[in-house]
């Protein structure tokens, strides 16, 4: 096992990465060191012939409570961009893996941490998981791959809904419109995940490399679009609201700008 400041444990089981967010006191929150950690074992993940498929989860109840608002800080549009060009590798480096992977969640699944199980190929989930993406609560729109990612998952429809109501929604809903794949007792999301991915590791690496690389077509532009709409929401006034709201853990008060 490697452990690094980052939060970031990774394991081996066989043939089987596994990737542990862990920072439990953050409920997993995807700060920018984290995600290039991601990055880092990505990298050296993909060009291991001995690793055949990869489990993504969270630690300690949780697998992620999406980004970490109090780090969000942008000057102006080119920092804004710049910030993103690490999410769009993690997304990139995912989506884009040659090597099947699949996310167990516990707990909460939310925002920049739906997008994060939504970059992975097959969604195990406890029956208490939760998921949300309420980006719209602090005034910006979904990142991570989620314009591409979601719709596809349920359709332009569901993904609107989920979008612009930003409802908790709990595992037994996200399994019926096709949000997840399984459903498990809770705790045994990371078990059912493992012995799906060593199955994965059984199959012919090359089909399972081209396969996926069908489903990864469109992704480019979705990213462009976010990273440029994104850049310019994290400089407005509502954005800074929606910040303090959610820190004050009170009800944003919104303007328009």
């Known amino acids: 096992m490697t452990d690094n400041p980052s939060m970031l444990r990774e394991a081996r089981e066989g043939a089987v990465a596994i990737l542990t967010l862990d920072q439990p006191a953050r409920r997993n929150a995807l700060a920018v060191t984290m995600r290039e950690s991601l990055v880092t074992a990505m990298e050296r993940i993909e060009t291991d012939e001995t690793i055949r498929a990869i489990v993504l989860t969270g630690a300690e109840g949780n697998f992620s409570a999406g980004g970490d608002i109090s780090g969000m800080h942008a000057a102006d549009l080119a920092a804004g961009r710049l910030r993103f060009r690490v999410t769009q590798r993690v997304v990139r480096g995912f989506i884009g893996s040659a ?25 195990v989930a406890a029956h208490g998981a939760r998921f949300m993406a309420g980006f719209g609560k602090i005034g910006l729109v979904p990142d991570f791959g989620l ?15 989920l979008f612009l109501h930003a409802e908790p929604m709990d595992a037994a809903t996200a399994h019926g419109i096709g ?13 059912t995940a493992q012995t799906l991915a060593e199955s994965l590791a059984g199959s012919a690496p090359l089909s399972i490399a081209l396969t996926k690389s069908w489903f990864g077509q469109g992704l480019d532009d979705a990213l462009e679009w976010e990273r440029n709409i994104q850049s310019a929401l994290f400089a407005t006034a509502d954005h800074a609201e929606g910040k303090a709201a959610f820190l004050a853990k009170r009800g944003p008060r919104f303007s328009g700008r």
């Open 99 to 123: 090597k099947p992977i699949v996310a167990a969640v516990e707990g909460w699944c939310v925002g920049a941490g739906l997008g994060m199980a939504l970059c992975c190929d097959t969604i």
């Open 179 to 191: 949000l997840i794949d399984r459903v498990v007792a809770d705790g045994a999301a990371l078990e």
């Open 147 to 161: 314009l591409h990612t979601l719709p596809r998952r349920v359709g332009e429809g569901r993904a609107k809904q």
